[in-house]
């Protein structure tokens, strides 16, 4: 199984930017994003089940939607009005049987 992110980058305070994350194999039941910030855990962003219940963090209602294309085995986060302490390593995540996969990270920096 491979989670290929993607979409990363430096947004100024109050702009956007939309990540995707490819997953290879067969279909995940929960897709989702998580986030590490520098020197902080790993945190809970926002998850999405094959039937397409949503699970939002409180810091991101409002401001963040995940979506998913169950065709194309892809989640994605859209991401507006971002703020500096949004700045982080997003972590795609995807569960199947019980395991849980994860990607490698992409970095998103938002500067003020």
């Known amino acids: 199984v491979q989670l290929v992110e993607s979409g990363g980058g430096l947004v100024q305070a109050g702009g956007s930017l939309r990540l995707s994350c490819a997953a290879s194999?067969?279909?995940?039941?929960?897709m989702g994003w998580y986030r590490q910030a520098p020197g902080k855990q790993r945190e809970l962003v926002a998850t999405?089940?094959?039937?397409?219940?949503?699970n939002n963090a409180d810091s991101v209602k409002g401001r963040f939607t995940i979506s998913r294309d169950n065709a194309e085995n892809t989640v994605y986060l859209q991401m507006n009005s971002l703020k500096p302490e949004d700045t982080a390593v997003y972590y795609c995540?995807?569960?199947?049987?019980?395991?849980?996969?994860w990607g490698k990270g992409t970095l998103v920096t938002v500067a003020s």
């Open positions: 194999g067969s279909i995940f039941s929960i």
């Open positions: 999405i089940t094959v039937g397409g219940i949503t």
């Open positions: 995540n995807a569960q199947r049987f019980g395991i849980i996969y």
